[in-house]
Every structure is written in structure tokens, then in C-alpha cells.
């Protein structure tokens, strides 16, 4: 018998979508569930399996064309002798199961922040057929703020898994199927009403017609502005989005795409616009994307995988940290001061109180604290430290939230803020420290926890770095580098006379964003810093 392939609908609000590849030809063998063909939507792209075992028959809708949902796209000729009225009841059956002796449950892409609208699965720890419980971690995500971990809403199995690792999903889409417990599912009854109802939409006719003309003018308005160059393809989202603002195909055409296969994507273009609204070209934006390809092939050998090289793609969070490091060096004018403190007064109060702070608190007493304290303080003292810049407009902030670098094995790096940490004593900070260190290493912080810093504080010295020049945290105008505390002979005037004491002593260095912060007021925050540390009133702890 023959079944027909139709465009599926992808969402509520999806009428139409584009075949954008086809894996199989007219002619070939497919099996049920075999991914036979690509489509993309303007809320997702997805694959799509053979309903049934059989050779493709015929294919209606080729790469690149836009349908309405509901459309033939393809016939396949199965091996059985099913009647002709079976193969229609098979069109109007809906996907729908009840599950005898269990439940099947969607788990869906979370939302981790107001503006995040999707994320990146990065890892799968479970598989089809693994048993879950409730609450056991099965996948890990990564959006533009916070990684984390995604644990299953209930207790089951894993019965479908429906997007790959690396793929960015839309939150609220499901992207698992849990069976809550053992049982088989099988099709929900459908009463000849509701087979009625599916056959004829309850729609009066001019509403209908309302809707079939939006729909055509939409496929029509895409269809007109695909790329006649050949084998580009634009997904309706992108083409949807240049439309609305205005760029034209030859510019379109113009942009350097950083999807799979070179595809512009939704990023690329809102590059684009950025760049063109600030006074670029087409063209001097496509060389500013060409250059450092082009620099790297004449400048730099290629490498290829063998027996003395191994190639390892870089995971998201190291692409982002890539990203956001290069955006800083071109946006702030780094410019970096350091400043040697000695440690004698804070590092005798830690080596005395250590136990007795351990056994109250249950936390480790460390010179971080000590560090976060002064550099409030500093903030405090110079507001300008704690601003940003937005436009010609210094932005300047009447509260401190204080981020904190963490290194995330096995080699990445996360800033957390201490929300309002003007407020917290030297206690306070120092529980907040170790909670931020232990979130980000769990992947348990939240998208509210890396937003809004203020002024960052990133300690290399824990590695043993004496001193560094690290890189401003956007949006923010200073960042302070914290060094290794080590013992050296450093000389010393005791009533006059000098001399050579042997005494704990640390390197900060400021890397400030000259566009804002001069070398006077970087300099008088790092003595402000520096005082605090050296006189520090240890009855307040």
C-alpha cells in the first residue's frame, strides 16, 4: 500500500515549513523510524522518521521549498496488502497514547532566566531504556548565562530521547519521554466524532479563508527571498528576521555564517545588524569576518589529526568563554596596574583562628575574604570603580555586587556575584565565597547568580601565579587580580633603623578600562585596597 509523508506541525503556532535536506532518493529502502528528511520551522529544526518499512515511492516537495503543514511531501509503497481505507484512518490517527500501567511524562528544555528562550544539550547521562529516579540528573545544558544540570521530574524509564547532544532546543520543548512504570502503551480510542472533527476543521469559511491567505502570503514573502545562489540555505527564522529589518539579499549574501556547514544563523545576523547600525558596510563586515581566517591560513600552519596530533573540538562553555574574552579585549581599553601588600596582620589572625572558625562556621578561613572586605571597601571609596559604560553615559551603580572567578574543571571558567556583598560582614563573605565556589563546581547556580556584577575579583595566586593581567569582566571597568601569598625577606624601618624581615607578601594587579578609569584613580583604589589589608581591624571579624 502507499502512505503519504506530510509536513508535520511543530508547535501550535507553526503553519508552515521548509524541507531543507533529504537523506534518502526516490527509489530507496527505508525503514520505520529511519530519519528520511530535514525540516526547519522559525521556531526549530528537527528531523523526521519513515512512519513505515517500504521504498520511497515518490517525492513531492524538494530542498529548500516552503509548505504549508499538512502538505505531501513524499509517498512511500510498504510490502503489506493493508486496504485503501485503512491507509486513511492511518492519515487521521493522532500520535496520542494511553499508557496501561504507566504514564508517559514530557521532560522539557527549562527555563533558566527571563531572557533565556533556549539552550544547548552539552551531555546525555542517561539513555533509552535506563532506568531514572526522581530528581537523578540525566542531562546538562548550556544557555548564553549558566550551565547546569537538568534533573528527571520523576521516577521511570527513559522511553525516547528526541534531540542529540549539541543540538539548541527552544525552552518548553520536550526533549525526553520518561515511562513512569512498567506497561505498554497503545493507541487512544478516537470516536467517529473526533474523526469527524479532524476531518472537517471547526472553522466558518471566511476564517478559514483568512487564515489559507496569511499562510500563503507568508510562504510567498519567504519563497521570494531565498538565495539564488546555489546550496545556500536560510532558514525562515533568519529570513524572517531580515525581512522585518530590512536586509537585502545581496547583503544577506554577504554574511559569514557560523552554523554547521557555514549556515547563517539567528546570531549571525544580529551581528550584522549591530555592526551596520554602527556605520560598517556589507562589505567591511565580511572582511572583518574573513580576516582572521584569512590571517590564521597565511600566518599559522594547518593542523591535521594523525600519530603527534590530536584535534579536540572546543565544548560550549569554552567557545563562550572564547567569545566573551575576545569581546572584552575589543570593547575595553585594558590597561593594568599592580601594587605589593604585605599579608604580616591578616595572615597571623587566619593561622591563630583557623580551627575555632572551622569548628563555629564549618568553613575554611582563607584570605579571599580578607581581599573581597578591601576591595568593597575601595568601591566604596571610588564609585567610579563600580561603573560601567553605556554609550557616552557612565552608568553608576549604587550597590555592589561582587563577582568571583571559579575554575571549572576540566577547563573552564565561570564569574558568580555576591548580590549586594556591601552589606555582608567578613563571615557573611566568606560563606558566600565558598557557596559560589561549590555551585559553580556542581553546576547548581542559577542564570540570576552571573548576572549584573558590578567589579570582579579573580584569584590566580590559589595556583600559585604571583601576579597576572586578566581580562575585564563586561560590562564592568576593573577587575582585580588576586596573587599568591608567599614568604620573602622584604626590608623593614623599626624605630629608624631598617631592617630585612622575612614576611608573607601578595602582588594585585588592576586591569582597568582606560576609557573610563585613569591611572590615578586605578592607582588610589589599589592603595585604598592595599591600606585596608595591611591596617586590618581584625576585632570586626
Known sequence: MKVEIVMPKMGESINEGTLIKWHKKKGDKVKKDEIIYEISTDKVDTEIPSPEDGVLFDIKVFEQETVEVGTVVAVIETNGDTPAEQVEEKKIETPSTTQVGGEIVDVPMPKMGESVMEGTII??????????????????????????????????????????????????????????????????????????????????????????????????????????????????????????????????????????????????VINFLQNKRSGKTAVEFKVDQIKPSVEQKFEQPAFAQGERIKLIPMDNIRQRIMYHMVNSRDTSVHVTAMIEVDMSRIHNFIEKHRDEFLQKEGLKLTYMAFITYAAIEGLKEFPLMNASIDGNNIVVKNYINLGIAVAVEPNGLIVPNIKNADEKNIRGLAKAIADLGNRSRSKKLVPDDIMDGTFSITNYGVFGSLFGTPIINQPEVGILGVGAVTKKPVVVEIEGMEHIAIKPMMYLSLSHDHRLVDGMLGGKFLKSVKDTLENFDTNIV
Do not use: C
Open 123 to 268: 551531555k546525555w547521562h542517561k539513555e533509552v531504556g535506563d532506568a531514572v529516579k526522581r530528581d537523578e540528573i540525566i542531562f546538562e545544558i548550556s544557555t548564553d548565562k549558566v550551565d547546569t544540570e537538568v534533573p528527571s521530574p520523576v521516577e521511570g524509564t527513559i522511553s525516547e530521547i528526541l534531540f542529540k547532544e549539541n543540538d539548541t532546543v527552544q525552552v518548553g520543548v520536550a526533549v525526553a519521554k520518561i515511562l513512569t512504570s512498567t506497561g505498554i502503551a497503545k493507541p487512544k480510542a478516537v470516536t467517529s466524532e473526533q474523526e469527524q472533527e479532524r476531518k472537517t476543521p471547526s472553522l466558518d469559511k471566511e476564517k478559514s479563508k483568512g487564515i489559507q491567505t496569511q499562510i500563503a502570503y507568508n510562504q510567498q514573502s519567504i519563497t521570494n527571498f531565498k538565495s539564488p545562489t546555489p546550496g545556500r540555505f536560510y532558514s525562515p527564522l533568519v529570513l524572517n528576521i531580515a525581512r522585518t529589518e530590512g536586509i537585502s539579499m545581496s547583503e544577506l549574501e554577504m554574511i559569514q555564517g557560523t552554523g554547521i556547514g557555514g549556515r547563517v544563523s539567528k546570531n549571525d
